[in-house]
């Protein structure tokens, strides 16, 4: 077994692909027939037959014609995988149970077209490209995500049957690609907001509309509540201002682990704190994110929420690898 | 025209593109269609009809017939090939039932797969073809059939949806593939078939004279302008009237049919003796098929090709029948004496003939008996010359004694009714003698210099035995058409007779352009449908490879593809890119460096990266830094003249040993 798993190493090139553009030469290109291509075989072994039996020259010329039509085949299939250059792109953060698109930017630098490119992942569904002669584009290549964390999806399968379908070449280019997969959301009502938590006991309980005071912009505060007014009397550029309202310290909340139900398992809890972070942002409040050895202080918008669920995402998980 | 899609994984059976189905349509037509020529009628309504059918089906956009439909129409149309074949197993049912599988299969056309399999079917039935026909034509038609077939294999695996450009793929495509075909046509060891026993009806279709001649035989032939065989003489052509082609010899007669007759099995074989004079006239004959021994020599042959021998009565058999055009060469003189001793047997059944019938003619015979051979023969020619007789293809019928009644009352007929009527008036009169089926003249093609005979030029004629001269040939028809024999079937028949408009051609250049199609035939049939393991020896031993042996013949076969894989591969793969010579010295620049240890990373800009080295290796900080400032300004600002030329000069005066010898 071990050999094996050497051969296969050298052979298909395993781990990963750390030069850019991943180049396909022939040292990475595959070639097999297909069962397509075996039953020409055979429809062409009979043709020969029937052509010596019956003395048929031209049989014999057509049985030949088409055996090199197969071997041309063969190459053509080679070539429309020879010399692509692929670029792995970025990959957007999903939820567990959905469908991750890897961005593979393909480069097509020779001056004929490329059809019907199958990229997938093992097991995975397909998505198939055309490329124009001297073009690029950028396929996304799905996965379906099934668990939170960080997940590599390991090698892409670039398979072509083009142009006859007698024969597949194929390729493994494995970029280091990997995606972060928050925790599936589970929608629950939000924890009520105590107006403070264990830790910090600072903020007031006035209503939501009144003014507050300033304190310097912090990545995620909405541009509205900037106070440009104050920006512009202060001569330095330093820093923005934002204004802060009591109503929205009012509502801060503490999206605490240990407010989700103990008899739950990891990912469940885990699970309600997404639904949780969510939900928050929905509703614009300022929260922050408690979990056994992180705590995230509150925050608002795009970028917190995003940090937020990463938190939850990579909380007690090891790099997961999940392809082959 | 990039394009992404998504598709569930690839699987043979996933369901067909719409816009395929057409082309499988045009593949059954194309591969199926010209069939057409020789099925039954009504297998070919029901092709087109089940064709029709299916591309309504495609255009609605409705379901496909039941399963059990189409299984009906499977078990109807079997059966009825079987009735009209009288055998599924025969050649012409085969191809029949493939024609019904390739008129059906498309009414179950949902996957994929089952567009492979119409298009499989399709190149085997291309093969089909090759039975009945292996000319010119035919080659080009189904090296175009061959081209959709590909198309569609094109179309089916993702190929774009222009008509056009799909088909020229598929030209390129063959195109390359023509070389193999050249080197495997001329290189794959060949073997002389059949492997096994053909069918009963493999070699059906194939004309020619025939084993007896009964009334109407050899005018039904003289309506066919195919050719019979084409002769090459190597010295001067003989004159028409001596060119005398022997096939079959009948000396059997039964009052309507001559026959050759069996000899019965203790009887000793005659054996023939030929004493020639002259020096004999050499020619190799391309003889077509016609699934008979006789090779048909010019009388008389004093040089047999191989594997051949000489029947008692002259006419040279082959050792198996002539099924392939083959080649024969012979020598023959047309100045002879053919067995001055004939055996007793021989000459005693040359003199038998029917006792109850012809009783006129035996009776006006009969008052010849006792003159001398020579005075008999020329008293009958005489009489066909001076008396009402007329060279006609449409004779009357005759009846129960056909001599008596054409002599004496119709006196309308061709060379097999002056033959018969010839050789009867002889036998009675107490002279050997019999009748001998052939062809007479032939035209010579100016283009390449052969011989054509075709079948319209079938004769028969009669030979008599001549004590101290052997036999003889009478041609009784030349008595009465003398014209048949100086020119030609066409001089001697009146206008209105029933000929085939190709050997009917007078206008000069209608006959030049058919003697250039001619010339050209000739030319393919000897060196494409021709080359057989003989020929290939033949080329072999000329390119330097004398008697070879299937080990070298593998080698050279699979060096020599491989060759051509290598040279279509470089010819398909495009030129390399031209690199830009300022990325380019970047680039060495930067890979210099990182065999330094200092490799800068994908997303660092120049500039950054020499800010990097200089903190790494203060050594290199000023070079480095030219070098990017160089690189920065060719690429984002103004270009400068001699920017190029300092960035080289940089990489230049990198030292490019390691670091550690720092």
């Keep these: 077994m071990r050999v094996l798993a050497v051969l296969q190493r050298w052979l298909f090139r395993l781990g990963h692909d750390d030069h850019l553009p991943i180049v396909l030469g022939q040292r990475r290109i595959f070639i097999v027939p297909t069962a397509a291509g075996l039953l020409f075989a055979i429809v062409l072994l009979v043709m020969l037959v029937g052509a010596i039996n019956y003395s048929l020259s031209l049989g014999h010329a057509l049985v030949f014609l088409l055996g090199g039509l197969g071997l041309v085949g063969m190459v053509h299939s080679f070539l429309n995988l020879h010399g692509l250059r692929l670029t792995p792109g970025r990959v957007q953060p999903v939820f567990a149970g959905d469908v991750a698109s890897f961005a593979l930017d393909v480069e097509n630098v020779r001056p004929q077209a490329r059809r019907a490119l199958e990229f997938a992942f093992a097991g995975q569904a397909m998505v198939t490209l055309d490329l124009a002669p001297a073009s690029r584009a950028t396929v996304a290549v799905p996965f379906v995500t099934s668990r939170r964390g960080l997940i590599e999806p390991g090698r892409v399968t670039l398979t072509t049957r083009y142009p006859l379908g007698l024969f597949r070449a194929w390729s493994y280019p494995q970029p280091a690609w990997c995606c972060v997969v928050y925790p599936k959301p589970l929608r629950t009502p939000l924890p009520v907001a105590t107006g403070g938590t264990p830790a910090d006991d600072r903020h007031g309980t006035s209503g939501r509309d009144d003014f507050a005071g300033l304190r310097t912009r912090e990545p995620g505060d909405p541009t509205r509540h900037v106070a440009w007014k104050a920006v512009a009397r202060r001569s330095d550029d330093q820093e923005l201002l934002v204004k802060q309202f009591s109503g929205a310290l009012r509502d801060e909340l503490w999206l605490d682990w240990e407010r989700t139900p103990a008899r739950l398992g990891i990912e469940e809890r885990l699970s309600i704190l997404a639904g949780w972070v969510l939900t928050a942002d929905e509703q614009q409040a300022r929260y922050g994110l408690i979990l056994p050895g992180l705590r995230i202080d509150p925050g608002q918008g795009g970028v917190h929420r995003g940090s937020c669920l990463r938190a939850l995402a990579l909380h007690e998980q090891k790099q997961t690898r999940v392809g082959g | ?662």
Aim: charged share 20%; aromatic share 10%; net charge positive.
């Design chain 2, 1 to 662: 025209m990039s394009r992404s899609r998504p598709a569930l994984a690839a699987s043979p059976t996933s369901p067909l593109d719409h816009h395929v189905l057409p082309w499988l349509l045009a593949v059954a037509l194309a591969t199926a269609g010209p069939h057409a020529a020789h099925l039954p009628i009504w297998l070919s309504v029901l092709f087109v009809t089940a064709l029709l059918w299916r591309a309504w089906i495609w255009r609605r956009r409705v379901l496909l017939p039941p399963r059990w439909l189409l299984a009906l129409l499977i078990l109807g149309t079997t059966s009825g090939i079987g009735w009209q074949f009288r055998s599924l197993f025969g050649k012409d049912a085969g191809v029949a039932m493939l024609v019904v599988f390739m008129a059906l299969k498309p009414l179950e056309t949902r996957s994929r797969r089952d567009a492979l399999m119409i298009i499989m079917l399709g190149f085997f039935l291309l093969l089909t073809h090759y039975f009945y026909s292996q000319s010119i034509p035919t080659g080009l038609w189904l090296l175009a059939a061959c081209t959709l077939l590909t198309a569609t294999l094109i179309r089916l695996h993702g190929g774009g949806p222009s008509i056009p450009e799909t088909l020229r793929h598929a030209g390129l495509l063959m195109l390359q593939a023509l070389p193999f075909m050249l080197i495997l046509y001329l290189l794959f060891p060949r073997v002389s078939g059949p492997l096994w026993g053909l069918p009963q009806d493999a070699y059906s279709g194939l004309s020619g004279l025939s084993h007896e001649m009964a009334p109407g035989s050899i005018s039904n032939l003289i309506q066919s302008g195919a050719i019979a065989f084409r002769s090459q003489f190597a010295g001067e052509v003989p004159e028409k009237a001596e060119l005398y082609w022997r096939g079959p010899v009948f000396d059997e007669y039964d009052g309507m049919t001559w026959r050759a007759r069996k000899r019965p099995p203790g009887e000793p074989p005659g054996q023939p003796v030929i004493e020639a004079s002259g020096p004999g006239h050499a020619y190799t004959t391309i003889l077509e098929p016609h699934n008979e021994r006789w090779l048909l020599a010019l009388d008389l042959p004093m040089r047999l090709p191989a594997d051949s021998a000489l029947a008692p009565t002259f006419e040279v058999l082959a050792r198996e029948p002539v099924r392939v055009r083959s080649r024969f060469s012979f020598v023959s003189s047309v100045d002879y004496h053919a067995n001055r001793a004939e055996t007793p047997e021989t000459l005693r059944e040359s003199l038998a003939v029917p006792a109850d019938i012809n009783p006129r003619a035996r009776a006006l015979a009969n008052t010849w008996r006792g003159q001398s051979t020579a005075a008999v023969a020329e008293t009958v020619l005489h009489m066909f010359r001076e008396q009402d007789f007329r060279y006609t293809l449409r004779p009357p019928l005759l009846g129960a004694h056909p001599v008596d009644e054409f002599l004496f009352e119709t006196r309308r007929g061709f060379c097999e009714h002056y033959a018969s009527a010839f050789v009867f008036l002889m036998r009675a009169a107490g002279v050997p003698a019999r009748v001998v089926a052939g062809y007479q003249g032939g035209e010579i093609n100016p283009i390449d210099g052969y011989l054509i005979v075709r079948q319209s030029d079938a004769h028969a004629w009669a030979e008599i035995w001549v004590a101290n001269e052997g036999w003889t040939r009478v041609d009784p028809t030349a008595a009465v058409a003398p014209s048949r024999i100086e020119q030609g079937i066409t001089a001697a028949l009146p206008a209105g007779e029933p000929l085939p408009g190709i050997i009917r051609l007078d206008a000069g250049w209608l006959r030049g352009l058919r003697h250039r199609w001619e010339a050209t035939n000739n030319a393919w049939n000897q060196w494409v449908l021709g080359y057989n393991p003989q020929r290939q020896r033949e080329v072999l031993s000329r390119i330097g490879v004398p008697d070879p042996d299937w080990r070298q013949m593998a080698a050279l076969l699979a060096a020599l593809c491989a060759l051509t894989l290598l040279l279509v591969a470089v010819w398909a793969r495009p030129p390399r890119r031209r690199e830009d010579p300022v990325e380019l010295a970047w680039r060495r620049y930067c890979s210099r460096l990182a065999r330094l240890g200092l490799g800068r990373a994908e997303w660092e800009g120049p500039l950054d990266f020499a800010e990097r080295v200089a903190r790494e290796e203060p050594r290199l900080a000023a070079v480095t830094g030219e070098a990017a400032r160089c690189y920065a300004e060719l690429r984002y600002g103004r270009n400068g003249a001699d920017q190029l030329a300092r960035l080289r000069r940089c990489l230049r005066e990198l030292p490019s040993y390691r670091r550690k010898t720092f």
